[in-house]
């Protein structure tokens, strides 16, 4: 499958996310297996996210368990998020439950933006709510980062969910081990990870 963009006299013109068509492979179980991103001219070109290529590797069950970024030159790039490729383990049902994240040569490497650690590991309840979240820098050891949804310090969050799915109560645990201070103007919101 692609998607292309035409100005109105009918050539490719590249769009504001930085590209003038983009392509989608599948595999034969239907999965996606890879995205390319080209200039008007057809040539490869860097996308809003800080690559030109993004492939997909699947286990026996279909599931993502690695995701490799690409340059215009068809080598490893760093994505705008500090990272070349992810690696994730997931649940039975599918769910991520660690993530790890790795640079150009393989070598482990610490995200940028809300992707500062190395690894995160995450627990979910039935509906899928992530119930508990650690993460953990390049010695393997507990980091401390921004929780998005709250704003505070964790190397450890646990949260409690109602029926609605609302994060009723949330308890932040610093590096070492702690319950870290409540931090002024925090609040609960549901949280998502993205490899």
């Known amino acids: 499958m692609e998607e292309s963009y035409f100005g109105t006299d009918g050539k490719p ?37 800080g690559y030109s290529r993004k492939v997909y590797v699947k286990d026996g069950q279909g599931f993502d368990i690695e995701t490799a970024y690409f340059g215009t030159d068809g080598e490893p790039i760093l994505n705008n998020r500090g990272f070349a490729r992810a690696k994730a383990v997931h649940d039975d049902l599918g769910r991520d439950i660690e ?45 401390e980062v921004v929780d998005s949804a709250s704003g505070r310090h964790c190397a450890r969050l646990v949260k409690r969910f109602d029926v609605d799915n609302k994060a009723v109560e949330s308890q932040c645990f610093d590096a070492s081990g702690q319950p870290a201070p409540e931090e002024k103007g925090a609040g609960l919101q549901r949280s998502t990870s993205d490899p």
């Open 13 to 49: 013109v590249k769009q504001k996310n930085g590209y003038a068509k983009v392509t989608h492979r599948y595999d034969p179980q239907g999965g996606l297996a890879e995205d390319a991103y080209f200039g008007p001219g057809g040539e490869p070109v860097l996308n809003e996210q």
């Open 99 to 143: 993530i790890s994240y790795f640079g150009t040569h393989g070598e482990p490497v610490i995200g940028k933006n809300n992707y500062r650690f190395h690894r995160v590991t995450q627990k979910r309840d039935a509906r899928g709510n992530i119930v508990e979240y650690a993460t953990f820098g390049l010695d393997g050891k507990p980091i």
